[in-house]
């Protein structure tokens, strides 16, 4: 199973993206998923994670900001990105947690001051 990210992109600071994910095939409605980032230099780090009954966690550096949801008749997953700074820029990751965790290749976010 590939996880497929879109919807990355260059944004200024301030500014707002909408990341998708899906998978290459199968269902999601039954597992967690998330978004990871890593930026340069860092450390993998969860951003996000949304239950199979919609539960949400966020980091705290993106609380208030950040929205992660799902539309499991469709199979997507979403992360609405609001009040960008230059510190989100990362590649972000759509993974779908289970006995095994999937990932995907990512997409690249870069937040210009």
């Known amino acids: 199973v590939q996880l497929q990210a879109s919807g990355g992109g260059l944004v200024q600071a301030g500014g707002s993206l909408r990341l998708s994910c899906r998978p290459s095939r199968g269902l999601i409605s039954s597992y967690r998923m998330a978004w990871y980032r890593q930026a340069p230099g860092e450390q993998r780090e969860e951003v996000a994670s949304?239950?199979?009954?919609?539960?949400?966690n966020y980091a705290d550096s993106v609380k208030c900001r950040f929205t992660i949801s799902r539309d499991n008749a469709k199979s997507m997953v979403y992360l609405q990105m609001n009040s960008l700074s230059p510190e989100d820029t990362a590649v972000y990751f759509c993974?779908?947690?289970?006995?095994?965790?999937?990932w995907g290749k990512g997409t690249q976010v870069t937040v210009s001051s």
């Open positions: 949304i239950s199979s009954g919609g539960d949400t």
């Open positions: 993974v779908r947690r289970g006995a095994r965790d999937y």
